[in-house]
């Protein structure tokens, strides 16, 4: 990788991770909006990750375009303690307004615990996912399992 790119891509971690300190803690990205253009979601621990769980740890649930930027199109910020979790995300929840739900037909939902509360994934966090899903044409809740360790 090149110095630009490297430098390019540490720029853009920079500016992720100092929105998101900056909104999660007032709960901009943690409201639950009622909205049509929102997906629910349920939120469960394997079993088998039960005792690697600390219910003071951050939870993280968003969601991501399927393709292109892995910048968060929506989040909501827990605490593992509040497994399991039924919780909605919607396009009122983006960063940017480029960056909305309504402008990803296709997403994939994550879920993610993390020990230290950083943004960025770190070795240690339980992670859960689901595959690609056209959200827009759901008609019910999506399940995320936390299922592995990044």
């Given amino acids: 990788m090149s110095t630009y790119k490297q430098l390019n ?45 600390n219910p003071n740890d951050t939870l ?3 969601a991501r375009a399927a ?6 199109l929506a989040v909501v910020r827990k605490t593992a303690g509040d497994l399991p979790l039924e919780t909605q995300l919607d396009a009122s929840m983006g960063m940017m307004p480029q960056m909305s739900m309504n402008n990803f037909p296709q997403i994939v939902l994550l879920a993610r615990i993390s020990a230290s509360g950083n943004a960025i994934p770190q070795a240690g ?4 996912e689901t595959g690609v899903i056209e959200w827009q044409k759901l008609d019910k809740s999506v399940a995320i399992v936390i299922n592995k360790l990044h």
């Fill in 9 to 53: 891509f540490i720029s853009y971690i920079a500016f992720l991770m100092l929105t998101l300190t900056i909104m999660l803690p007032t709960g901009i990205l943690a409201e639950e909006v009622n909205t049509p253009n929102s997906v629910k979601i349920s939120v469960t621990l394997d079993p088998a990750l039960q005792s690697k769980l």
């Fill in 60 to 62: 993280f649930v968003y």
């Fill in 67 to 72: 393709q292109g930027s892995r910048m968060p």
């Fill in 125 to 128: 966090d339980l992670i859960g």
